[in-house]
């Protein structure tokens, strides 16, 4: 059982930054691959940003490249996004979700998930 607690949301003008983190239980977190979600709302959930186990493989959504970065603290048992140039598109519950191995990407299965922190980018 892993269990995923995020952290760092907040209300943020247009334009601001904010650094989310996820918080991990467990041993082996070196060997979880982790993934960024958020869902704004009257919308399904869409994958923002991933890094794998070892935080040297990642990816984003096209709608937050060059904006975000995720990465990842393997001691700490932590993985961070921060996020740049925030727009009011932003605006969404943030997830962290994580999965044994492999790389973290938008198609596949993720084993645990967070609860959410809210970010909304007033204009």
């Known amino acids: 059982q892993v269990q995923l607690v995020e952290s760092g949301g907040g209300l943020v003008q247009a334009g601001g930054s904010l650094r989310l983190s996820c918080t991990a239980s467990?041993?082996?977190?070196?060997?979880?691959?982790m993934g960024w979600f958020r869902q704004a709302p009257g919308k399904e959930r869409e994958y923002v940003a991933g890094?794998?186990?070892?935080?040297?493989?990642?990816s984003y959504a096209d709608s937050v490249k060059g904006r975000f970065t995720v990465s990842r603290d393997n001691v700490k048992n932590t993985v961070s996004l921060q996020m740049n140039s925030l727009k009011p598109e932003d605006t969404g519950v943030y997830s962290c979700?994580?999965?044994?191995?492999?790389?973290?990407?938008?198609?596949?299965?993720?084993?645990?998930w967070g609860q959410g922190t809210q970010v909304t980018v007033s204009s």
């Open positions: 467990g041993r082996t977190f070196s060997s979880y691959a």
């Open positions: 890094i794998s186990g070892s935080g040297l493989i990642r």
């Open positions: 979700a994580s999965r044994n191995g492999g790389v973290a990407g938008p198609y596949v299965q993720y084993d645990y």
